[in-house]
């Protein structure tokens, strides 16, 4: 995955102007918020769970009070800054050493202002020994904070190799130079610590491979190859392939193992290098479209200034070569991301922080426009491509032809997505063949995820106390999709169950009987006086409950917002001393079958 990109917030509309003086000079996005600092507050802790760099155009206090309670690792929170309205002052707050220090001085020096930087071995020697810029790694970060001690406390270091951005603590008189081989990594040494190693990230590693192949295998070829190169893992800037690979589990694992992203590159790509390929194949290219594989991509990313300095190298399930990058190098595309987000009713505190920090990660939003409407301060200024009801296979395409274009992307649904919403309809697109009604091959590789959330059953039932305490079923009464008799077969079977039935889509402008239907079948089970639950608009203001007896449910009391709940023939209800309580201060239930144990009749 991409490194999420920073995020200017101006809370007030007098700071628009200064953020998007800030945005066009460092590449951020731009996010304009309303004086709701609740909402506010919400998109910041979205953005912060999403680890985008936050550039608050706020108090330090505010920023410091919103995201209190999400503080933990240090070593993977997002540098969050505070800059003051009048460009005055830009203050890091966290991250100094993930980067916020480098950004406030970036910011301080386009406005003019002061960079106030507080952490110790920035303010005393000018860098920060474990915040490398850039196309640059430290091996052993946890050895960094004994030498930067040392350094502070007086102790004289010494730096091998050349690193212009540690020049500062030459210049300080920290560290003194020392001669070093080239090609020798970048060393500072204290007498008696643990080294420093930095390495340049320089190298691109091309990679292929068979369908399926063992991600150990995949590993063990290219540790052996870089090993007997000379090569150490930390040069490695990335992982690239062909795009045929976008989904083949063992790159993704040797990418993570490295600490690198992968990238995939077309075939035609790929195919441009054919001329400076060491082992050029026409097996290779009969099967896939280009004569190399592992030394196409590397020369790609490596671009046209770039050379190979490792051959191809083989194993029996994969390949393996490696080029060094130059300038005009093609970085490759990531892999597509879907996120199919099930957000709940509605309510923001009803949304899991897994469908929250991947709502912030996306680079665009799709859905009914009124699912993206609801999450409110998440959804403003957002790249967003909004669908009407009926247009559910155009959503669900769009989606995965979008992320198949290697974008991240939310497909927001309401209540769970796998529940009468979009997660089916994306599978079942993805198990057609392309020319069956499927999706593009590069669709068919995007990498899909299902993030869970409250379902409007689940909603209704605690609202009301525990109407799904013992055996349920969900049916939806829309026979745009199912034939209408075997919606009735299954009325008929789950009432002849006893089940408790969650009732979706009830009525629609044209379809008004078949609830009516479900009413009089349900009646030849269970008494009339069942208890029956009209929820409407759960978790949103204009939520309503209404109790209803099943012999009294009318039809025009429904509308397509409500979700009705039936109780079983063992469904109660009873009256609760707080008439805001449950269902118009009754509470409703379904016992499970524990009145035996109560009543002292079992063990």
Same mark, same amino acid.
């Given at each position: 995955?991409?490194?999420?990109?920073?995020?200017?917030?101006?809370?007030?509309?007098?700071?628009?102007?200064?953020?998007?003086?800030?945005?066009?000079?460092?590449?951020?996005?731009?996010?304009?918020?309303?004086?709701?600092?609740?909402?506010?507050?919400?998109?910041?802790?979205?953005?912060?769970?999403?680890?985008?760099?936050?550039? /608050?155009? %706020?108090?330090?206090?505010?920023?410091? &009070?919103? +995201? !209190?309670?999400?503080? @933990?690792?240090? =070593?993977?929170? $997002? #540098?969050?800054?505070?800059?003051?309205?009048?460009?005055?002052?830009?203050?890091?707050?966290?991250?100094?050493?993930?980067?916020?220090?480098?950004?406030?001085?970036?910011?301080?020096?386009?406005?003019?202002?002061?960079?106030?930087?507080?952490?110790?071995?920035?303010?005393?020697?000018?860098?920060?020994?474990?915040?490398?810029?850039?196309?640059?790694?430290?091996?052993?970060?946890?050895?960094?904070?004994?030498?930067?001690?040392?350094?502070?406390?007086?102790?004289?270091?010494?730096?091998?190799?050349?690193?212009?951005?540690?020049?500062?603590?030459?210049?300080?008189?920290?560290?003194?130079?020392?001669?070093?081989?080239?090609?020798?990594?970048?060393?500072?040494?204290?007498? /008696?610590? %643990?080294?420093?190693?930095?390495?340049? &990230?320089? +190298? !691109?590693?091309?990679? @292929?491979?068979? =369908?399926?192949? $063992? #991600?150990?295998?995949?590993?063990?070829?290219?540790?052996?190859?870089?090993?007997?190169?000379?090569?150490?893992?930390?040069?490695?800037?990335?992982?690239?392939?062909?795009?045929?690979?976008?989904?083949?589990?063992?790159?993704?694992?040797?990418?993570?193992?490295?600490?690198?992203?992968?990238?995939?590159?077309?075939?035609?790509?790929?195919?441009?290098?054919?001329?400076?390929?060491?082992?050029?194949?026409?097996?290779?290219?009969?099967?896939?479209?280009?004569?190399?594989?592992?030394?196409?991509?590397?020369?790609?990313?490596?671009?046209?200034?770039?050379?190979?300095?490792?051959?191809?190298?083989?194993?029996?399930?994969?390949?393996?070569?490696?080029?060094?990058?130059?300038? /005009?190098?093609?970085?490759?595309?990531?892999?597509?991301?879907?996120?199919?987000?099930?957000? @709940?009713?509605? =309510?923001?505190?009803?949304?899991?922080?897994?469908?929250?920090?991947?709502?912030?990660?996306?680079?665009?939003?799709?859905?009914?426009?009124?699912?993206?409407?609801?999450?409110?301060?998440?959804?403003?200024?957002?790249?967003?491509?909004?669908?009407?009801?009926?247009?559910?296979?155009?959503?669900?395409?769009?989606?995965?032809?979008?992320?198949?274009?290697?974008?991240?992307?939310?497909?927001?649904?309401?209540?769970?997505?796998?529940?009468?919403?979009?997660?089916?309809?994306?599978?079942?697109?993805?198990?057609?063949?392309?020319?069956?009604?499927?999706?593009?091959?590069?669709?068919?590789?995007?990498?899909?995820?299902?993030?869970?959330?409250?379902?409007?059953?689940?909603?209704?039932?605690?609202?009301?106390?525990?109407?799904?305490?013992?055996?349920?079923?969900?049916?939806?009464?829309?026979?745009?999709?199912?034939?209408?008799?075997?919606?009735?077969?299954?009325?008929?079977?789950?009432?002849?169950?006893?089940?408790?039935?969650?009732?979706?889509?009830?009525?629609?402008?044209?379809?008004?009987?078949?609830?009516?239907?479900?009413?009089?079948?349900?009646?030849?089970?269970?008494?009339?006086?069942?208890?029956?639950?009209?929820?409407?608009?759960?978790?949103?203001?204009?939520?309503?409950?209404?109790?209803?007896?099943?012999?009294?449910?009318?039809?025009?009391?429904?509308?397509?917002?409500?979700?009705?709940?039936?109780?079983?023939?063992?469904?109660?209800?009873?009256?609760?001393?707080?008439?805001?309580?449950?269902?118009?201060?009754?509470?409703?239930?379904?016992?499970?079958?524990?009145?035996?144990?109560?009543?002292?009749?079992?063990?």
């Amino acid at each position: 995955m991409s490194e999420p990109c920073p995020v200017i917030v101006c809370l007030l509309p007098s700071a628009a102007a200064l953020g998007r003086r800030i945005a066009d000079a460092t590449d951020a996005r731009l996010d304009l918020r309303g004086s709701d600092f609740d909402a506010v507050g919400e998109h910041l802790r979205a953005l912060f769970l999403a680890g985008h760099p936050i550039v /608050g155009i %706020a108090s330090s206090g505010i920023l410091i &009070r919103t +995201l !209190a309670p999400l503080l @933990g690792d240090k =070593r993977r929170e $997002p #540098p969050v800054l505070a800059v003051a309205e009048d460009g005055s002052a830009v203050v890091p707050l966290l991250g100094g050493h993930r980067g916020a220090n480098a950004l406030a001085r970036r910011i301080a020096g386009l406005l003019g202002g002061d960079a106030a930087v507080t952490t110790a071995g920035d303010v005393a020697l000018g860098v920060a020994l474990d915040d490398p810029p850039e196309g640059w790694r430290l091996e052993n970060p946890e050895d960094a904070r004994a030498v930067m001690a040392a350094l502070l406390s007086g102790r004289r270091g010494r730096i091998s190799g050349a690193a212009d951005w540690l020049a500062p603590l030459i210049g300080a008189g920290a560290a003194e130079p020392v001669p070093a081989d080239a090609g020798a990594p970048v060393v500072l040494s204290v007498p /008696g610590l %643990a080294p420093l190693i930095y390495r340049r &990230r320089r +190298l !691109a590693l091309g990679v @292929g491979c068979v =369908r399926g192949c $063992p #991600p150990d295998g995949l590993i063990a070829l290219a540790a052996r190859t870089l090993a007997e190169a000379g090569i150490a893992a930390g040069e490695i800037a990335a992982v690239h392939s062909i795009d045929l690979k976008g989904d083949e589990a063992a790159i993704h694992a040797l990418a993570r193992h490295l600490g690198v992203p992968a990238r995939f590159h077309a075939a035609e790509r790929l195919e441009a290098e054919a001329r400076r390929l060491a082992n050029p194949s026409d097996v290779v290219f009969a099967e896939v479209g280009c004569h190399g594989v592992a030394e196409g991509a590397a020369l790609a990313a490596a671009g046209p200034a770039g050379e190979l300095v490792v051959e191809k190298s083989r194993s029996s399930d994969a390949t393996c070569a490696v080029a060094r990058i130059g300038p /005009g190098g093609d970085a490759g595309l990531q892999r597509g991301h879907l996120a199919i987000i099930g957000i @709940g009713p509605g =309510r923001a505190d009803w949304r899991t922080p897994e469908a929250t920090r991947l709502i912030a990660q996306a680079d665009e939003l799709v859905g009914y426009g009124f699912y993206i409407d609801l999450l409110g301060a998440q959804a403003r200024g957002r790249v967003r491509r909004d669908f009407a009801l009926g247009e559910e296979e155009a959503r669900c395409r769009h989606a995965l032809e979008a992320a198949g274009e290697g974008r991240r992307v939310a497909l927001i649904c309401s209540g769970d997505g796998g529940i009468y919403a979009m997660g089916a309809l994306v599978m079942e697109l993805l198990d057609r063949a392309p020319g069956r009604g499927g999706v593009s091959p590069a669709a068919k590789r995007v990498e899909v995820v299902h993030v869970p959330g409250i379902s409007a059953l689940q909603a209704a039932s605690a609202r009301a106390g525990a109407v799904l305490g013992h055996d349920f079923c969900a049916i939806s009464l829309s026979d745009l999709l199912t034939p209408r008799d075997a919606i009735l077969k299954r009325i008929r079977a789950a009432a002849e169950g006893d089940f408790v039935i969650a009732f979706y889509n009830p009525v629609s402008r044209r379809r008004r009987t078949l609830l009516a239907e479900a009413r009089d079948i349900l009646l030849e089970h269970r008494p009339a006086d069942t208890p029956v639950l009209l929820a409407v608009s759960l978790g949103r203001p204009e939520e309503r409950l209404t109790l209803r007896r099943l012999a009294d449910l009318d039809v025009d009391e429904v509308d397509m917002m409500t979700i009705v709940l039936v109780g079983s023939s063992a469904s109660r209800s009873f009256a609760s001393g707080d008439i805001s309580a449950g269902a118009g201060g009754s509470w409703l239930y379904t016992p499970r079958g524990y009145a035996r144990r109560i009543d002292g009749e079992g063990s």
